[in-house]
């Protein structure tokens, strides 16, 4: 029996609910934010691209960098039309596995075309894409599809030496409502595939070489039901909280495309679009399974028609080969990934007269030495950013206020966002507030672990969502974030801290332990471990937690890069740890200086 056939013999599973529809905003708000052009009626990015496909076939709507294929094909430009047609075979595939509007469809897979295509389908077929990042781990992909409860889940067979089919499908057994798994082989030819191996389904043949859209499931006859395609949720991000518990936040084609305007004035209805060439090619080295990431290399560039940059395997050499040969206007990364390309492009310049804008960040800081930097290096204004998955981007750095450069603002909410931070207040203050946002591009709601029906944002908030992180205003009509959700910290993924700090326990040579984040000058913010040694002659070693932290599960992505060894840790008069005052202390250590104490 194949794969789909074994999948149609499990016994009968509770379906999910198939369309998660969540309370919209007050007519009059919703009505104002399309009268303003930061939502639409009746289209989505699925839209934008069969309208490019009839517009511009030929026009590139996705490039990306094969790292690991031979020299001279490692670059593939995916035109409009191509693009379109893939789309609508994917949706097919989709179908054809019994995928129907409002059924969530989980992947983890590396950034590629194949990627943002899937998406796409999910967003054409009326399914719920539910993207995970790769730093998740198989715990944490467990944790997601318990709480998404996918019917469909795709990964790579093995991806940078982590093997991905066999754990989907020990993690299958507990999941019955996983009704297929799909593998998309990344291996060399000569190895066994291994969806035979795991006995899933092969991404080649169902998905890229079975033309679906000739047969009878093609998307285009699905109807989507009553509510506007716009309003219906069409992504759910996964997102870590304390004690290791996922969450997810829920996305609208609607609150996408308002994300996806952040960075430009909105487009009222009718009114032309920017057609700069440069502005309309956007490249991001995190993850495509981010929420910026598919903001910025999948939603903005087919809103404007422009071209989507992406690179499979990161390398500061192949990002400016990418920059410079696409003609790339705007470039969004982390900061450890700039603080290479910083290094690169001193060593090996590429000439790069069309990059009009550079972001930095997102949920983490930027070092005041990389964002003084790297102007020079590259030759563009660059913008220290906060996001969250939330709201996307939420807070841009202005670029020229000393006190960005001093570390006592973040910058400027986006045009169209509310934060809290700032609702009755415009003077700096000692005290720190819960920051809560509201706008357009706000999420419609939030999923739990164990926490039943998704929390609207429209409902009893009035559409305001606490992100967990604190703020306070900067006085110059910005926000200073100073503190983030959770104490999660970590350059390219969210780091749960308190998991850290169980696994740490756990090691015999650790009495106690805390790990608190610190900003690397070119790493950007990274996790360090400070712990008081169980034998003081014996103290561990970076590299030994470092391997036991990997024994117990923790993904190479959250490792911290940095261990301090004290005799004690620092506590108030009740005995609460003083998080902050270790912070302090670890920013003001120096290599080759005496250590003082906590």
Sequence with gaps: ???????????????????????????????????????????????????????????????????????????????????????????????????????????????????????????????VAVPVLPGFGVRGLGQVLALSQARVCVVPDVWEGVPYAGPLAALAAELPWLRHRVVLATTPADVPAAASRTGAVDFGPHFLRTPHERGPYRPAGRRLGPCDPADRVCLQIAVRGPGDVCSLVLHSANTLYAGCRALAAPVPPGAARPDEESHRVSYSALPLTSLASILFTVCRPLA?????????????????????????????????????????????????????????????????????????????????????????????????????????????????????????????????????VRGPSVCLGVRRENGGAPEATWGRAGGWVDVGDLARPDGLGGVHVTARAHGRTGAFFLVPVDRLEAALHTHPGVREAVVVPWTDAEAGERPCAVVVPAAEDVPPALPDLRAHLTAQGIPDAALPNRLELVGSLPRDDHGRLRRDGLRGWLERLRPGRPRSTP
Aim: charged fraction near 20%.
């Design 304 to 436: 404007v028609g422009g071209t989507g940059v992406l690179q499979d395997v990161w390398a500061p050499g192949s990002c400016l080969d990418l920059l410079a040969g696409t003609g790339a206007g705007h470039a969004y990364a982390a900061p450890a990934q700039w603080a290479e390309v910083d290094a690169e492009q001193r060593c090996a310049p590429r000439p790069l007269p069309r990059l009009r804008l550079v972001l930095s960040g997102g949920r983490t800081s930027t070092p005041p030495e990389l964002l003084a930097a790297l102007p020079q290096t590259l030759g563009a204004p660059v913008r220290g950013v906060w996001g969250a998955p939330e709201l996307g981007l939420g807070i841009v750095a202005r670029g020229d206020i000393p006190a960005e450069r001093a570390g006592r603002s973040d910058g400027m909410p986006v045009p169209g966002l509310e934060v809290s931070a700032l609702a009755d207040r415009a003077a700096p203050t000692d005290g720190e507030d819960r920051l809560r």
């Design 1 to 127: 029996m194949n794969a789909c056939g074994a999948a149609r013999s499990k016994a009968a599973a509770p379906r999910p609910e198939a369309d998660v529809v969540l309370p919209a905003p007050a007519d009059e708000v919703a009505r104002a934010y399309r009268v303003q052009g930061w939502w639409r009626s009746g289209e989505t990015f699925a839209t934008d691209l069969r309208r490019g496909a009839a517009r511009h076939p030929r026009r590139a709507a996705l490039v990306q960098h094969h790292a690991l294929a031979p020299e001279g094909r490692r670059l593939t430009v995916l035109s409009y039309g191509r693009l379109d047609l893939y789309v609508d075979r994917f949706a097919g595939a989709l179908a054809a596995l019994g995928v129907r509007p409002g059924d969530p469809v989980a992947y983890q897979l590396p950034s590629r075309w194949e990627t943002a295509a899937l998406f796409l389908a999910c967003v054409r077929l009326g399914a």
